[in-house]
């Protein structure tokens, strides 16, 4: 029988004092069957037992549709002489904080998703140097398969002395003065050991009151980029012939080579062709 029943629990299930006390679990009408079966076993398993039973994210339909996700807590009702006589059951409703917590693990997984599909290197570093985040591709190309196995410092990864002091410098900087660097780099990768350039840029981490707890660093391989603009600039300045650029304004903006030709170009650099006419 249902010897006491409070007030919450009375208006969702649309019961008065007097209605809810004719009823037993059994023959209660605001509970489906397979709800009153589930709730007489665990009544039972705590008269048998005498062991309090916690049940966690029980969901719940209540009479008007709504359904609930409530923590039960179970504990055996004693009289004065310690027997056991009864159940006493609480229900905490979670619903609200279950539903926070889905769209927070949601929130997360997008995150994740992004950061492990960006081509770049993405890492989280605290004040302490620790990084607490980097993406699928920075630990990868360090060799580490996935980024829960990464390292915890900059001492644990594929790099000189020398570079892991540079790296530590340009951190501290960035931390100590709250602004934004930028710079290249030449960085040793594991496993294969070769050398790649990269466009790293850093960024504090602020917390809600603007506090730099850390940093955000983000790098992009330009190695074939410079080796390309490498290339061209030694083809352009070995060339046997002149080479000149002009903007949509006629003007000339670049001119490389050999020669009399050449010499005479360099002068008219940033003047617009009207102005040359004549």
Not at 3 to 20: P, Q, V
Not at 102 to 110: D, G, H, K, T, V
Not at 142 to 164: K, M
Request: net charge negative; with cysteine.
């Amino acid at each position: 029988r249902i010897l006491m029943a409070n007030r919450r629990m009375l208006n969702d299930y649309g019961l008065d004092e007097a209605s809810y006390r004719r009823f037993t679990t059994r023959t209660a009408p605001w509970l489906p069957e397979e709800e009153r079966n589930r709730v007489l076993a665990s009544d039972h398993e705590v008269m048998d037992t005498g062991q309090r039973m916690t049940q966690a994210a029980v969901r719940t339909v209540l009479p008007d549709g709504r359904t609930t996700v409530n923590d039960i807590i179970k504990v055996p009702l004693r009289d004065a002489d310690g027997v056991i006589t009864g159940v006493v059951a609480v229900a905490l409703d979670v619903t609200e904080r279950q539903r926070a917590e889905q769209e927070l693990e949601r929130s997360q997984s997008l995150l994740r998703t992004v950061v492990d599909t960006l081509p770049l290197w993405l890492w989280v570093k605290d004040r302490a140097g620790r990084y607490v985040m980097m993406n699928r591709k920075f630990a990868q190309e360090l060799g580490f398969p996935q980024p829960e196995q990464a390292p915890i410092t900059s001492e644990d990864l594929p790099w000189t002395p020398e570079q892991r002091e540079l790296i530590s410098g340009h951190d501290r900087g960035v931390m100590e003065h709250g602004l934004q660097q930028e710079q290249e780099s030449h960085l040793v990768l594991h496993p294969h050991g070769g050398e790649s350039i990269q466009h790293i840029v850093r960024c504090p981490l602020r917390d809600a009151d603007g506090t730099v707890t850390g940093l955000v660093g983000v790098a992009m391989d330009v190695t074939a980029q410079r080796r390309t603009e490498g290339l061209l600039r030694n083809v352009v300045t070995n060339t046997p012939v002149v080479l000149w650029a002009l903007d949509h304004n006629g003007t000339i903006t670049l001119s490389e080579g050999k020669g009399l030709a050449a010499q005479r170009l360099h002068p008219l650099h940033g003047i617009p062709i009207q102005a040359r006419r004549g």
